[in-house]
């Protein structure tokens, strides 16, 4: 019997994000941006308590978003939960984006939110970060005015570090009169830098969060979007009733109880990233400002054979030959004796 799947065009024509998500373990995880410490001790206890029976059934979200929108400093019902970062971030198309419709985004950034346009069949409207990786802010004020439906800004930016300051998010949600401006907040617990006060102010502004990076609850699969209640409103229209499992629930809400836990995770993360860019910058690497848990360098010509011999030692980075030219690569910040392993691995190559 001959049959044909009747399947839409912007599927078969979906070309972004194939990421290399098997035959990982057990290797030095320098790729993803995870936390390589693990999550807080507080986290195992808190699932270990979870009973058979409180597993056989459908979670509820009353108690847990109570907790975590004290945590975030927001009211209940400013705050959505979701199935990870992603889910938050596939909301927006749910909710503003229809097939045709056009959304802005700056690159090179973090590429679901291109993902998510190709399988929507909306229209992807680009501007270039500058050589120096610095954010467009006039160009992006300027194509504001064709009125795409969502304006996605990765505050810090994911691959580049580059940091967005408050100053000049303002402008762009003054001239977004028609536009959902989506602030992604991945990697807020090391910039320090958030917009989540102004919901309430901005209507149109949405605060997109992940409990992967500093929580490391990457595994459980919990994100978060903050906005003013009438927007959450909107979002929820399009979420299914059971959107995130019991797990990441018990398991967040463990963690935000323990934010000694996260702070100190924090703290030897930014220490660890300024001792690895300076030990980059005497070997002569070319390396970029970045207020994330990752480093965004450039190798030159003999980075690609780096990378493979990385690879090969066990040693996984994320490439960016592809987008910002040979050489270019993302490295996680992981413990300081991770990355001093990766350090030697470098000296011995160069």
Same mark, same amino acid.
């Given at each position: 019997?001959?049959?044909?799947?009747?399947?839409?065009?912007?599927?078969?024509?979906?070309?972004?994000?194939?990421?290399?998500?098997?035959?990982?373990?057990?290797?030095?995880?320098?790729?993803?941006?995870?936390?390589?410490?693990?999550?807080?001790?507080?986290?195992? /206890?808190?699932? @270990?308590?979870? &009973? =058979?029976? *409180? #597993?056989?059934?459908? +979670?509820?979200?009353?108690?847990?978003?109570?907790? $975590?929108?004290?945590?975030?400093?927001?009211?209940?019902?400013?705050?959505?939960?979701?199935?990870?970062?992603?889910?938050?971030?596939?909301?927006?198309?749910?909710?503003?984006?229809?097939?045709?419709?056009?959304?802005?985004?700056?690159?090179?950034?973090?590429?679901?939110? /291109?993902?998510? @346009?190709?399988? &929507? =069949?909306? *229209? #992807?409207?680009?501007? +270039?970060?500058?050589?120096?990786?610095?954010?467009? $802010?006039?160009?992006?004020?300027?194509?504001?005015?064709?009125?795409?439906?969502?304006?996605?800004?990765?505050?810090?930016?994911?691959?580049?570090?580059?940091?967005?300051?408050?100053?000049?998010?303002?402008?762009?949600?003054?001239?977004?009169?028609?536009?959902?401006?989506?602030?992604?907040? @991945?990697?807020?617990?090391?910039?320090?830098?958030?917009?989540? +006060?102004?919901?309430?102010?901005?209507?149109?502004?949405?605060?997109?969060?992940?409990?992967?990076?500093?929580?490391?609850?990457?595994?459980?699969?919990?994100?978060?979007?903050?906005?003013?209640?009438?927007?959450?409103?909107?979002?929820?229209?399009?979420?299914?009733?059971?959107?995130?499992?019991?797990?990441?629930?018990?398991?967040?809400?463990? @963690?935000?109880?323990?934010?000694?836990?996260?702070?100190?995770?924090?703290?030897?993360?930014?220490?660890?990233?300024?001792?690895?860019?300076?030990?980059?910058?005497?070997?002569?690497?070319?390396?970029?400002?970045?207020?994330?848990?990752?480093?965004?360098?450039?190798?030159?010509?003999?980075?690609?054979?780096?990378?493979?011999?990385?690879?090969?030692?066990?040693?996984?980075?994320?490439?960016?030959?592809?987008?910002?030219?040979?050489?270019?690569?993302?490295?996680?910040?992981?413990?300081?004796?991770?990355?001093?392993?990766?350090?030697?691995?470098?000296?011995?190559?160069?």
């Amino acid at each position: 019997m001959n049959t044909q799947l009747p399947t839409r065009k912007a599927i078969l024509e979906r070309r972004t994000y194939e990421p290399p998500g098997e035959g990982r373990a057990k290797k030095l995880r320098l790729d993803f941006n995870e936390n390589t410490t693990g999550c807080s001790p507080a986290v195992i /206890r808190a699932l @270990a308590k979870l &009973s =058979a029976k *409180q #597993i056989a059934m459908y +979670p509820e979200y009353e108690r847990s978003t109570q907790c $975590l929108a004290r945590y975030f400093g927001v009211k209940p019902d400013e705050l959505l939960l979701t199935n990870g970062g992603d889910d938050a971030l596939r909301s927006f198309f749910d909710a503003f984006v229809d097939a045709g419709s056009s959304i802005l985004i700056c690159e090179p950034t973090f590429p679901m939110y /291109r993902y998510y @346009a190709e399988i &929507s =069949a909306a *229209q #992807i409207d680009t501007l +270039p970060y500058t050589m120096q990786m610095e954010f467009p $802010l006039m160009q992006v004020i300027e194509a504001l005015k064709r009125r795409p439906r969502v304006l996605f800004i990765a505050n810090p930016n994911n691959p580049t570090g580059t940091l967005v300051a408050p100053a000049q998010i303002e402008p762009i949600l003054q001239a977004a009169t028609h536009t959902a401006v989506v602030i992604d907040e @991945a990697y807020v617990e090391f910039s320090e830098a958030t917009v989540v +006060p102004w919901i309430r102010k901005y209507a149109h502004l949405f605060v997109a969060r992940t409990f992967s990076k500093a929580a490391g609850l990457a595994g459980l699969r919990l994100g978060a979007v903050m906005a003013c209640s009438e927007s959450i409103a909107i979002l929820k229209r399009g979420m299914p009733p059971f959107p995130v499992n019991l797990a990441a629930l018990v398991a967040a809400e463990a @963690a935000v109880r323990d934010k000694k836990a996260i702070q100190r995770y924090v703290r030897e993360t930014q220490s660890t990233r300024r001792w690895f860019d300076q030990h980059l910058q005497q070997l002569g690497v070319k390396t970029y400002p970045s207020a994330g848990n990752f480093l965004l360098a450039d190798f030159g010509p003999p980075g690609p054979g780096l990378f493979q011999t990385l690879e090969r030692q066990g040693i996984l980075v994320r490439e960016r030959s592809k987008d910002l030219g040979p050489g270019f690569v993302r490295i996680s910040i992981g413990t300081r004796t991770e990355m001093e392993r990766l350090v030697k691995a470098i000296r011995r190559f160069l």
